[in-house]
Structure formats: C-alpha cells, structure tokens
C-alpha cells in the first residue's frame, strides 16, 4: 500500500521497519503544525527550525516505541509527536537559559535582571520561562491520560473542543469535562509548587 493511504499510526508503524518513504510521509503531514508549536514556544524561527530537526530524527530513531495505547487510554500519534517535539523545545529553552545566564554578567546591564542585547527578554525571565515550563510539564506528566491527552491537543496543538473529541474518537461532553477537570488538577499541582498557569 502506498504511504498515502496510510493513516498516521501505520506510518510510524512502517517507519519504525525502516521505510523512508513512510517517514518521509509522517514529516509531510505533520512538519507543518509541529514547526509551528516550536516556533510558539521558542519564539525564533530558527531555532524552532532546530527543534524540528532534532524532532524528527529523534522520531525516525525511537518510532517502534510509540504505542497507540497506554494503560488502557488511547494515545494519538500526533500527540506523541507533539511530546517530542515540546520536549526538544523544553531542552532548547533550558539550555538558552543556562546561556544567557552565564553571559549575564559581561553582556547584560547588571545581575538585577536587565536586558541582555536589547533582545527584550533577559536572562532572569528566560530562565523564568524555562523553570515554569519544566513545572507545567512535571504536572501534566501527573495527570490521568485523558486529562493529558485532551490538555495537549487544546492548548498544544490549538484544537477546539469539538476537534479534540474527533481526534480522540470521545464524546464532546466528555472532553470538555477532561479539560475543565484537567485544568483544574493542573491549577492545584502548580499552585502546591508556587507556579501559576
């Protein structure tokens, strides 16, 4: 059968056989919207461009481990390339971070927080970003897997609630109550650690 007629888990599937030309479809269908969820968190293109690529070489290397169920709750493939890609991000905003920490003292205006390079954010609220995205994610790695799943379609990758209950194949009901609920889990585990959303 030809790539095209694939859906998305049997790519993954065939690229994890070492099939480039289903990986080659996986990076067709999803760059696109995986650049941009790069480009949001990383705020550069060039570096969400980075991002990508390490993406998806990481997904070509590790595509035999995506299981489409876990503890018994379904886990869409885009979702599963969504975590890669915002974990890549994660790294790549901690690791601005730990730069522009240790350029500080030559290049910024003084340690209370100034303005490295005119750029507009500087290394305290970098590393700001980096440490509160790092508690949003130890949270959310808490969370139930539809509470999970449903968070990350919505706000990762931008579905409405009608969008997110046909990609998870459940009721809109429902999903609006995993989102409400998971929002609400996610608030209070936060909050236990002097986070806000």
Known sequence: MKPDGLTLQQLLAEAARGDHAAFASVYQRTHAHLFGLA???????????????????????????????????????????????????????????????????????????????????SALDLLTQASRALHIEGCLNGLEGSYRQSLALAYYQGLSHSEVAAQMGAPLGSVKAWIRRGLEKLKACLATQGTSL
């Open 39 to 121: 480009l949001r968190m990383l705020g550069r293109e060039q570096a969400a461009e980075d991002v990508l690529q390490e993406a998806f070489v990481s997904i070509w290397k590790s595509a035999a481990q995506y299981r489409s169920s876990i503890d018994g709750h379904e886990v869409q493939p885009m979702t599963w390339l969504i975590a890669i890609v915002r974990n890549k991000a994660l790294d790549a905003l901690r690791a601005r971070a730990r730069l522009k920490e240790t350029e500080l003292p030559e290049e910024g205006h003084g340690g209370d927080g100034a303005t490295v390079h005119g750029s507009g954010a």
